[in-house]
């Protein structure tokens, strides 16, 4: 089985701009799942999504989005990007639920604003 | 506030020698409690979970962790410690049940001495 795929795998943008990352869950998997990891404030969950319905949600701006399609891939969405924006961006897939099953990682998406 | 704390950042062992990471989480009836493991460039790998029953949980990798309601820890050991096993470590809990948010800690880097 092909694991969790992240796309694209580095980015740059500005600050202002926007910027929508890419996530493909393990085949099967329904729960997609966003965390945020920077050096300050380390590993930070973002959400969750199954099927196609945002579950739960982390401490963060409405600026940060995400959304997930009826094939389970999932997408997220930061506007008006912010320097502090910066990190590297993971997605996680389980079959129902990210607690009791077990989350399988991406490699994730390293973004940098400039 | 919902917090999970590592008290060590960084710490070194040598090959065939035990170790042991400590982790304290908050308060909470029921705690939802994870290891995960980090290498370098790499996205999370889940080393084991405890929900409920038997405190010693046993994971992946030869690692295992104990539950430890009276002193609010779950440390994780493991008897012998390879070089492969040079990663950061980050303990998490999932506070609200099996939903809500998951919190995690500052993550221990751990070195492995040849």
């Known amino acids: 089985k092909a694991g969790v795929t992240q796309t694209p795998r580095y980015l740059i943008k500005t600050r202002g701009q926007q910027v929508t990352l890419s996530c493909s869950p393990i085949s099967g998997h329904r729960s997609v799942s966003w965390y945020q990891q920077t050096p300050g404030q380390g590993l930070q969950f973002l959400f969750e999504?199954?099927?196609?319905?945002?579950?739960n949600k982390g401490n963060f701006p409405g600026r940060f989005s995400g959304r997930q399609f009826s094939n389970s891939r999932s997408e997220m969405n930061v506007s008006t990007l912010e320097l502090g924006d910066s990190a590297l961006y993971l997605c996680?897939?389980?079959?129902?639920?990210?607690?009791?099953?077990?989350?399988?990682f991406g490699p994730g998406t390293r973004l940098t604003v400039l | 506030a919902q917090s999970v704390t590592q008290p060590d950042i960084h710490i070194t062992v040598s090959e065939g020698a035990s170790l042991e990471l400590r982790c304290n989480y908050s308060y909470g009836a029921t705690p939802y409690l994870f290891w995960y493991v980090q290498s370098p460039g790499q996205g999370l790998q889940l080393l084991l979970k405890y929900f409920s029953g038997d405190t010693l949980v046993q994971g992946i990798k030869g690692f295992e962790a104990e539950f430890k309601r009276s002193q609010s820890s779950f440390n994780l050991r493991k008897p012998s410690v390879h070089w492969s096993d040079a990663a950061e470590y980050f303990c998490a809990q999932n506070y609200g049940g099996s939903q809500g948010n998951l919190i995690f800690g500052k993550g221990t880097k751990l070195s492995v001495k040849p």
């Open positions: 999504y199954f099927s196609e319905t945002q579950r």
């Open positions: 996680a897939s389980s079959p129902r639920d990210r607690v009791t099953d077990t989350q399988y």
